[in-house]
């Protein structure tokens, strides 16, 4: 083989030949795409030492690819090599990659982005020292529960992973996302892991993760069938999740995660199955929903103290009591109980609402302390609830609240308006009284004083006279005065008063 050749940015090959006739001398310095379509046999492609693109794409025959002087490579992507056993890039590193370390990891991330689909015969892949992966998706590769690839040792750290089947990672501590379908684990698939950011299961099993895995991000368990005998309760393997937990739509299994102790964002779980539920030691939870569990009882939160709101429609298990939240302390949201069995009591909802602790409740079933009960279905929720004495709502309280404003409004507004009447009639009054004051003056002063000519002398007739002799009469000897009676005495009329 010469290896005089250029190295195009564009390689297209199907069998050793082209790769021999080629004559490609690839080196550090070029980064060519090579696609290799509708190949068979081996292929080798030693004159390569760097590669942005390794692509195998309908090669149904295609049995051996290697690559053994390749130290970069970007993106590897087989699909439909049912026949291809070995992969070898023995010289691969995370030197040849652009990396940032990860803290409390001491691994680098590496940009190499691998995608097998279709390779059910694949069982040896070598990637040299590379420890970390971009990006790996592996489906339909052949895997199952009872026969688990064993291909990735060597992955320490991956920002996201899509697997449906069963794959080992041992030494895999750090992943951003991981997205498993079908029986994705099996033993001592991920026995160093503790840490992933987003988490989604479907139709799989959490068997061997490691206990005490912690999600920064969101849970999403969905459509998992419990029917195999060696599947245990899915939620045992997680103590934290800082986002949503959504689980939905599995049937026949235990959700009961007995080690989660705060979800930072929302709690749902919708249209399972004939599954148990638990959540003892759940104390914090942004909104709580339960909807439409079929067969499944919604238990009790023994040490939840806060929420943002609850929302529970389904079959709840009265074999705690009433108290299902029992250490709940706030709930500034709506809190909406529609329980399918009716013997469901809630008086202790009731208790917690008159004591602020719930800020709005609305709960159907039995009451002992209001006397309320209500009829209820056993296999759907009830359009009948019965709310609590305190449930105003926040509207409510908004309207009350602009009602008072404007009766004080109108209160202050009416005491205003009688101030500035009476100081008008003040006003009024006392101009009516100068008014009347400059008439009596007006009046005054059209008046003239009498002259010396109104007053008149009066004759002294009438005024003083003698009484006649006759009066006197003598009695022996002796002349007595008689007395006239009192009635002669007049008095004489006043004159009049003179004006100023």
């Known amino acids: ?41 081996n292929l080798e492609f030693r004159s390569f030492s760097s590669a942005l693109t390794i692509d195998v794409q309908d090669s149904p025959d295609l049995e051996l690819l290697s690559f053994p002087n390749l130290q970069n490579l970007f993106r590897l992507q087989i699909n439909n090599a049912p026949s291809l056993t070995n992969i070898s890039l023995p010289q691969l590193s995370d030197a040849g990659y652009h990396s940032t370390p990860i803290e409390g990891v001491g691994v680098v991330v590496a940009s190499l982005t691998v995608n097998i689909t279709h390779g059910s015969s694949l069982t040896d892949i070598n990637f040299g020292s590379i420890t970390a992966l971009e990006s ?29 089947g069963c794959y080992s990672f041992p030494e895999l501590r750090f992943l951003n996302d991981l997205n498993i379908a079908g029986d994705g684990l099996c033993p001592g698939t991920y026995d160093n892991l503790v840490s992933v950011e987003n988490l989604i299961l479907t139709n799989a099993t959490a068997n061997y993760l490691r206990s005490s895995i912690s999600v920064n991000g969101s849970l999403i368990i969905k459509s998992l069938d419990y029917s195999h005998l060696y599947i245990n309760s899915v939620g045992q393997k997680f103590s934290t999740v800082g986002s949503d937990v959504n689980v939905t739509s599995n049937m026949d299994g235990g959700l009961e995660f007995t080690q989660l102790e705060t979800i930072g964002g929302n709690l749902s779980v919708h249209n399972n199955t004939n599954c148990a539920l638990g959540f003892d030691k759940l104390s914090k939870v942004a909104a709580l929903s339960m909807i439409d569990n079929t067969n499944t009882s919604i238990p009790w939160f023994p040490t939840l103290q806060r929420a943002d709101s609850i929302h529970l429609r389904g079959y709840i298990d009265t074999s705690p009591g009433p108290n299902i939240f029992p250490a709940l302390t706030a709930v500034p949201g709506n809190v909406t109980i529609e329980a399918w069995n009716a013997d469901f009591n809630c008086s202790k909802l009731v208790d917690q609402s008159r004591s602020n602790i719930i800020h709005n409740l609305v709960c159907n079933g039995t009451n002992n302390v209001t006397g309320i009960s209500a009829s209820l279905p056993t296999a759907g929720p009830t359009t009948s609830l019965i709310s609590g004495p305190s449930s105003l709502s926040q509207g409510a309280w908004a309207g009350i609240g602009v009602g008072i404003g404007i009766v004080v409004l109108a209160l202050v507004s009416g005491v205003v308006w009688l101030f500035l009447r009476s100081e008008r009639w003040k006003r009024e009054f006392m101009e009516r009284i100068r008014e009347q004051e400059s008439r009596q003056d007006t009046l005054k002063t059209k008046v003239k004083p009498p002259g010396l000519n109104v007053l008149c002398e009066t004759d002294a007739t009438g005024i003083i006279r003698e009484l006649p002799d006759e009066h006197l009469r003598e009695a022996g000897g002796k002349t007595v005065i008689a007395e006239r009676p009192d009635d002669h005495i007049r008095e004489l009329p006043v004159p009049p008063v003179e004006l100023d």
């Open 1 to 41: 083989m010469m290896t005089t050749g250029s190295c195009p940015n564009t390689i297209n090959i199907s069998s050793q030949a082209d790769i021999e006739n080629g004559n490609f001398n690839c080196n550090s310095t070029d980064i060519p795409e090579v696609y290799i379509k509708n190949a068979a046999g």
């Open 136 to 164: 790996l998706l592996l489906t339909d590769l052949g895997a199952n529960p009872l026969r688990c690839v064993d291909l990735f040792n060597f992955i320490v750290t991956a920002s996201d992973m899509v697997l449906s």
